[in-house]
C-alpha cells in the first residue's frame, strides 16, 4: 500500500512538473529589451546575463499568467523573488549547468511585476541568467528606473550578513539577506532604485584579520570591477548614474586589534572618493559612520573628516550610539539582524533628506 501510494505521489510530482514546463514555452533572451538590469552586469555573447554583486537585481513585466527563469550559478546563491512589488519567496540556485524555476504562476489576467534580486554576496557565486520563458501568447515589457538611485559602498552592515538568523548562530549562507539591510531600507523609504558594492569582510585599506595594514582587493580595488570576485574586466561606469553614494566602511580595517593609522586609512577614503568623483562628477557623497565604530575608527574618521571639510558635496554622518542592542537587534556573529537594520536606516534617513531635499513621508521604515 504504501509502495502505491509513494508511486502516486512520484507521479503527480513529475505531472505537475511536466505541466509547468508545457505552460512557459516561449522563451525570452535573458538580453531582451523587456528585461531591465539594476547593478553591475555582464552580457555574453549566447545572449546571456552575469553578475556577482550582493543586491544586484532584474525586473520586466510580463503577461501570460507566469514565468520561469533559466538560470546557473557557479556556487550556492539566493534570490529573493518579488511579484506585484511583493515578496513570495526565496529560491535557491546551486547548479552550474542551466536549470529552470518557475518564479510565477496561476495569475490573474494582464500585465504583472517580477523582481529577481540576488540577496546573497559575490564570494557565494556568479550567476548568470540564460534567458525566461513564458506562456506562448506571453509579452514583456522593460520597467522603467526610478527617478532617483542611490549607490550604497560598504561590507558585511550593507550586504545583510546574518539579517535572518538568531544572534546565537553563526553565519549561514541562507540567513544572508541583502533586501533586509539598511541600504534597501533606504531605497525602499525614498522610493529609490539602488545599486550595492559591498562584500563582507572587507576595509577602505584593510581587510578583516589582514596582517598589512593596505590589502590586496580591498574595497578601493574591487570597486572598479564589473564583478566583485574578478579583477577583470574594468567597470565603465557607464550603467547607471547615482544621485546619492553613500559608504560605510571601516569595521574591518580594525578588527582583530590591529589597523592602519590613520593617515593610511584617509588615504585610501579620499582615493575612493576621487574614483567616484572621476566617475560620477559632483554626485554628493555621505561618509557614514558605522554603528559599531570603536575609538580607533572614530579617531581615524575624524582625520577623514578634516581632509573633506573644504570639499564639495561631501558629507558625514554620525553614528546614534549603542543604537543596536545585542537582546533585541542582533542576527548572526554579532551582526543587526532585520530590526537592527531598521534602526541604522532610521538614523540616516533624516540625514538623506537634508542634504538630498528629498521630503520625509509618513510610512514605515522597512
Not at 538580453?31 to 546575463?49: E, F, H, K, L, Q
Not at 546619492?244 to 593609522?261: E, M, R
Not at 550610539?321 to 543587526?336: F, S
Request: charged share 25%.
Amino acid at each position: 500500500m504504501r509502495q502505491k501510494i509513494f508511486l502516486i505521489i512520484c507521479l503527480l510530482t513529475f505531472a505537475l512538473q511536466t505541466q509547468a514546463e508545457r505552460s512557459y514555452t516561449k522563451k525570452i533572451a535573458a538580453t531582451d529589451s523587456g528585461i531591465s538590469y539594476t547593478g553591475r552586469v555582464c552580457a555574453g555573447n549566447d545572449g546571456s546575463i552575469a553578475f556577482d554583486w550582493s543586491g544586484t537585481y532584474l525586473q520586466t513585466d510580463f503577461t501570460g499568467g507566469g514565468i520561469a527563469v533559466e538560470i546557473s550559478d557557479t556556487q550556492n546563491d539566493y534570490f529573493n523573488v518579488f511579484i506585484d512589488d511583493k515578496f513570495t519567496k526565496k529560491i535557491q540556485v546551486n547548479s552550474q549547468k542551466p536549470i529552470r524555476i518557475v518564479l510565477a504562476e496561476k495569475l490573474s489576467k494582464g500585465f504583472h511585476r517580477l523582481r529577481l534580486q540576488k540577496c546573497t554576496e559575490g564570494n557565494q557565486g556568479r550567476t548568470t541568467i540564460h534567458g525566461f520563458y513564458i506562456a506562448d501568447q506571453g509579452k514583456t515589457a522593460p520597467v522603467k528606473h526610478k527617478q532617483r538611485l542611490i549607490e550604497v559602498i560598504g561590507d558585511s552592515y550593507t550586504c545583510g550578513y546574518g539579517t535572518e538568523a538568531g544572534k546565537e548562530e553563526n553565519f549561514k549562507v541562507e540567513t544572508e539577506n541583502c533586501d533586509q539591510a539598511y541600504g534597501c531600507i533606504i531605497a525602499r523609504y525614498f522610493n529609490a532604485d539602488y545599486v550595492l558594492v559591498a562584500h563582507s569582510g572587507m576595509g577602505m585599506s584593510r581587510n578583516y584579520g589582514d596582517k598589512e595594514m593596505v590589502s590586496k582587493n580591498n574595497m578601493v580595488e574591487r570597486y572598479l570591477r564589473v564583478f566583485d570576485e574578478s579583477s577583470a574586466p574594468a567597470y565603465d561606469f557607464k550603467a547607471y548614474h547615482p544621485d546619492l553614494v553613500t559608504i560605510n566602511l571601516g569595521t574591518n580595517d580594525y578588527s582583530t586589534g590591529k589597523g592602519p593609522s590613520p593617515s593610511t586609512y584617509a588615504d585610501n577614503y579620499l582615493k575612493m572618493i576621487g574614483q567616484i568623483r572621476e566617475h560620477y562628477g559632483d554626485v554628493p557623497i555621505l561618509c557614514i559612520t558605522p554603528h559599531s565604530a570603536q575609538a580607533p575608527l572614530l579617531k581615524s574618521l575624524e582625520e577623514v573628516r578634516t581632509r573633506i571639510k573644504d570639499m564639495d558635496k561631501v558629507y558625514m554622518a554620525s553614528a546614534m550610539p549603542d543604537i543596536v542592542d545585542y537582546d533585541h537587534d542582533m542576527g548572526a556573529n554579532w551582526h543587526p539582524n532585520y530590526q537592527g537594520q531598521r534602526k541604522i536606516a532610521m538614523t540616516l534617513i533624516p540625514r538623506i533628506s537634508q542634504i538630498m531635499g528629498w521630503p520625509l513621508e509618513d510610512k514605515i521604515v522597512r
